[in-house]
């Protein structure tokens, strides 16, 4: 999975799980989704569509299915990624998990994500 990722990719999916904070690098990225696979139980990721949406960003609509191991909690739901893309190499520089298409393209168009 870090094979499309620049090395030192952001990603975030801290608007989605709060108590998970953005990582930098591949490292932290391997980090963070083995604690994702210890926290979730059967975690599946679906892309359901791929968005253009300009300027080197892509929206990814998701849907999500996993159950808590501790909570038992089972989740089926659609998210969206919002990734960057360097023109150079094709590598993603930041994947910013976000509640939905909606919020991904608002977010792919604001200010703030210019520095995704």
Known sequence: ???PYAEDAV???SAVFTDVAPVRG???MRRCWHELRETWDGLRLEPVELL???NGRVVVDLRVWGK???SGVE???RFAMLYAVRPEDGKITSGHLLAGVAAAIS???SSVSQTV
């Open 26 to 28: 591949h490292e932290a």
């Open 107 to 109: 977010a792919a168009g």
């Open 52 to 54: 253009d949406v300009g």
């Open 11 to 13: 990603f975030d999916i």
């Open 68 to 70: 808590g191991r501790r």
């Open 1 to 3: 999975m870090l094979e």
């Open 75 to 77: 989740v089926d739901q």
